[in-house]
């Protein structure tokens, strides 16, 4: 079943200087067409400015596109109606790179985890409890956080709140845009395998959003590479890397012993 139909995206940004009547446009997204199945996570990989961000807005319902359409579970984003729209934001949840951005710093972990089940759920202040407690536990985080604040936190138990929230009313798409990108490598192997595990046992259906080709292979079931606003290659699990743009990328990446570097 498809679950997300992007098709004919197209982003311009129009660049200032109203005052000269002089408008720039600038082309960000060129016709970005795919199509994800429940269950699947696809990669979305790109050096920085290719436009993983705009599209990941874009599919996010954050920003309209200049023309072309999304489908989110058989309803086109842009033409929903309000008992659609409350449906898609249950159904299709984000973790950003920046987990303290995406935190407001005088919540505390339980009531930033409590607010889509608020939002969302009929749940009595005992279920909520519950729920916040099995939903720590799922990302491996320890009840005494809830009685912190985002700050307090390192940037690894951070991205552990933000997949908690993200996960909180069982949503069918989470968009993970450089959600792993700030931390160490180790921090961001443990992510990964909880990101794993969490697709299993939740049927969950990711896009995975990074410049690092390697780790996005780990747990992409296909790549997209995406180089200047265009999709220009499809990579299926382990098969071999064809494009420039792609090579680039996996020229990029530095064998983890500095012995095996070239340079
Ligand atoms: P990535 O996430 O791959 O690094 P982005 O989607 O953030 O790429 O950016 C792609 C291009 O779009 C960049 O050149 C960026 O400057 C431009 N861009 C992004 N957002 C805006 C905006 N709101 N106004 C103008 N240009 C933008
Ligand atoms: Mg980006």
């Given amino acids: 079943m498809i679950l997300l139909e992007v098709t004919n995206i197209v982003k311009h940004y129009q660049h200032g200087q109203a005052l000269l009547r002089k408008k720039q446009i600038v ?47 058989g309803v086109n984003l842009y033409d929903a109606n309000n008992k659609e729209k409350n449906s898609i934001r ?15 710093p005088k919540q505390t972990i339980a009531e930033i985890i409590e607010e889509p089940l608020l939002n969302f759920e009929q749940f009595s202040r005992l279920e909520r409890q519950q729920k916040v407690a099995e939903l720590l536990h799922c990302v491996e985080l320890d009840w005494t ?19 908690a929230r993200a996960i909180a ?8 845009d450089e959600a792993i990108s700030s931390l160490d490598m180790i921090l961001q192997k443990h992510i990964l395998q909880l ?22 292979r780990f747990i992409a079931d296909r790549v997209l590479v995406m180089h200047q606003g265009q999709i220009v290659e499809e990579i299926k699990k382990s098969a071999a890397i064809q494009h420039p743009a792609s090579l680039e990328l996996y020229n990029a990446i530095l064998p983890t012993h500095p012995k095996n570097r070239k340079n």
């Fill in 145 to 163: 956080v809830t009685t912190k604040y985002p700050s307090q936190l390192s940037g690894g138990q951070q991205q552990r709140v933000n997949i």
């Fill in 27 to 73: 082309s960000v997204l060129q016709d970005i067409t795919f199509s994800l199945h429940a269950g699947e996570c696809i990669g979305l990989v790109g050096q920085s400015g290719s436009g993983k961000s705009t599209l990941s807005r874009i599919i996010l319902g954050l920003e309209k596109p200049t023309s072309g359409t999304v489908q989110f579970d």
């Fill in 169 to 176: 009313v069982n949503p069918k798409l989470i968009v993970l």
């Fill in 195 to 216: 990101l794993q595990r969490l697709q299993q046992q939740l049927n969950l259906s990711y896009i995975f959003i990074s410049h690092d080709l390697n780790a996005t």
């Fill in 90 to 104: 249950r159904d299709l949840q984000a973790v950003f790179q920046n987990s303290l951005n995406s935190f407001n």
